[in-house]
């Protein structure tokens, strides 16, 4: 059964989905069972992947890693989301952009996961 915000992935062709209703369905790609992604909160080497939220005037800055994370062709940062007061605010990012985002609201609340094409899913 799919939840809401969870992350599957395609083992076969990369097809990354988002829930955005869950329901009592089976995710199937390419044929087979979609793999559920673990949201990953600590990186025990350099610390590259775990979002970084900052406060700022009128909203909130994510850095990907207190370590700034590499974007290159191979290895990047595919997105970058704000989850504020229960509302999803989503960045999509290409190789060789700045591993960061700016998100403008007065949330209150917030945390943030990001995607690396590598190393998968992380949340701070």
Known sequence: MAERDQ???CQ???NVVVVVRGGQGQ????GQP???MDEQTADFTTEKHVPVIEQIEGGYKVTVGSTIHPMEEAHYIEWIEL????Q???KFLQPGDEPVAIFETAAAEVTAREFCNVHGLWRS
Not at 27 to 30: F, I, K, T
């Open 7 to 9: 992350v599957y992935s």
């Open 12 to 14: 076969l062709c990369d």
């Open 27 to 30: 995710l199937v790609c390419c």
């Open 34 to 36: 979609m793999e559920l």
């Open 83 to 86: 989850i504020a007061d229960g």
């Open 88 to 90: 999803s605010c989503r």
